[in-house]
């Protein structure tokens, strides 16, 4: 298995190439980067090509070009990557922060996605610029605007992970990644976060939906991913509750994780590991 780390139409991601056409894409969270996603990459099957992005503002992708950008803007950089790629159809997997862009990307380009996994969503708070932000999108501000980044990182990821006691490894992930945020990228995908409203997106999505949680995350807790499937018009289906994994779930649990991703995927592959 061979992974590239990349950069195309001002994105840097990740890539590990399948022996297929079938693509799955990775949508990380907002302390987060593609990075994270590495820890799953040979737990799934080759068939599928995998491309993690660096969202706009992560790494060294470019940021979007307006200071309080919504999913909008974000779901249009994500088209101009995938489009750069030759990737005319993919399956859209979205984490957290990461639900908010692949709900837009999916309602506004509903031919360019095959299926939509929505994991661990972050409905929003339907923030408009010029009212006071939501008092926990200023504290994420404030602080990753007056901490050193090892400083900020150690604040928050131990929330993403479950039972921080016995999971130092996991914590030592989140942590390192979270460290690596650039604070400019951070403020623009925080306003992002406000101004989202997953639950009306979800009213207009008519693409194949499946949702992940896991039952010991407390950021976004699974009533949010309930009031994302209430939203979809069609296409209900149950939640897939991954036990004993906190909101940084595919690092906490990544077998359960790919499991569950393989279980619902609707494009099946023989022979594929």
Same mark, same amino acid.
């Given at each position: 298995?061979?992974?590239?780390?990349?950069?195309?139409?001002?994105?840097?991601?990740?890539?590990?190439?399948?022996?297929?056409?079938?693509?799955?894409?990775?949508?990380?969270?907002?302390?987060?980067?593609?990075?994270?996603?590495?820890?799953?990459?040979?737990?799934?099957?080759?068939?599928?090509?995998?491309?993690?992005?660096?969202?706009? =503002?992560?790494?060294?992708?470019?940021?979007?070009?307006?200071?309080?950008?919504?999913?909008?803007?974000?779901?249009?950089?994500?088209?101009?990557?995938?489009?750069?790629?030759?990737? %005319?159809?993919?399956?859209?997997? =979205?984490?957290?922060? =990461?639900?908010?862009?692949?709900?837009?990307?999916? *309602?506004?380009?509903?031919?360019?996605?095959?299926?939509?996994?929505?994991?661990?969503?972050?409905?929003?708070?339907?923030?408009?610029?010029?009212? +006071?932000?939501?008092?926990?999108?200023?504290?994420? /501000?404030?602080?990753?605007?007056?901490?050193?980044?090892?400083?900020?990182?150690?604040?928050?990821?131990?929330?993403?992970?479950?039972?921080?006691?016995?999971?130092?490894?996991?914590?030592?992930?989140?942590?390192?990644?979270?460290?690596?945020?650039?604070? %400019?990228?951070?403020?623009?995908?925080?306003?992002?976060?406000?101004?989202?409203?997953?639950?009306?997106?979800? =009213?207009? /999505?008519?693409? +194949?939906?499946?949702?992940?949680?896991?039952?010991?995350?407390?950021?976004? +807790?699974?009533?949010?991913?309930? *009031?994302?499937? *209430?939203?979809? +018009?069609?296409?209900?289906?149950? /939640?897939?509750?991954? @036990?004993?994994?906190?909101?940084?779930?595919?690092?906490?649990?990544? *077998?359960?994780?790919?499991?569950?991703?393989?279980? @619902?995927?609707?494009?099946?592959?023989?022979?594929?590991?």
């Amino acid at each position: 298995m061979r992974i590239l780390f990349e950069q195309h139409s001002r994105i840097q991601y990740l890539y590990r190439a399948g022996n297929t056409d079938h693509t799955l894409v990775f949508l990380h969270g907002i302390g987060s980067n593609a990075v994270s996603f590495e820890c799953i990459l040979p737990l799934l099957p080759n068939a599928y090509n995998v491309v993690a992005w660096n969202a706009p =503002g992560y790494g060294d992708s470019a940021p979007v070009d307006t200071l309080c950008p919504t999913a909008k803007d974000y779901a249009e950089r994500l088209r101009a990557f995938l489009t750069a790629l030759h990737i %005319d159809q993919a399956v859209i997997l =979205g984490h957290s922060l =990461g639900t908010l862009i692949g709900a837009k990307f999916t *309602q506004m380009y509903p031919r360019m996605v095959q299926q939509l996994f929505l994991v661990a969503c972050a409905c929003g708070y339907q923030w408009h610029k010029g009212m +006071p932000l939501p008092a926990s999108v200023q504290s994420r /501000i404030d602080d990753v605007q007056s901490m050193p980044p090892e400083k900020f990182a150690k604040l928050r990821a131990r929330n993403l992970v479950w039972d921080t006691t016995h999971n130092p490894d996991v914590i030592h992930s989140v942590e390192t990644q979270m460290a690596k945020i650039n604070p %400019d990228g951070y403020v623009q995908a925080s306003k992002m976060l406000a101004s989202g409203d997953l639950v009306t997106t979800m =009213g207009s /999505i008519r693409v +194949p939906t499946q949702f992940i949680i896991g039952d010991k995350d407390t950021v976004t +807790p699974i009533t949010q991913t309930q *009031q994302a499937l *209430q939203a979809l +018009p069609e296409y209900k289906d149950t /939640i897939t509750v991954i @036990k004993d994994a906190g909101h940084a779930i595919y690092q906490q649990q990544p *077998q359960p994780f790919v499991n569950a991703v393989l279980q @619902k995927i609707l494009i099946k592959q023989e022979n594929t590991i």
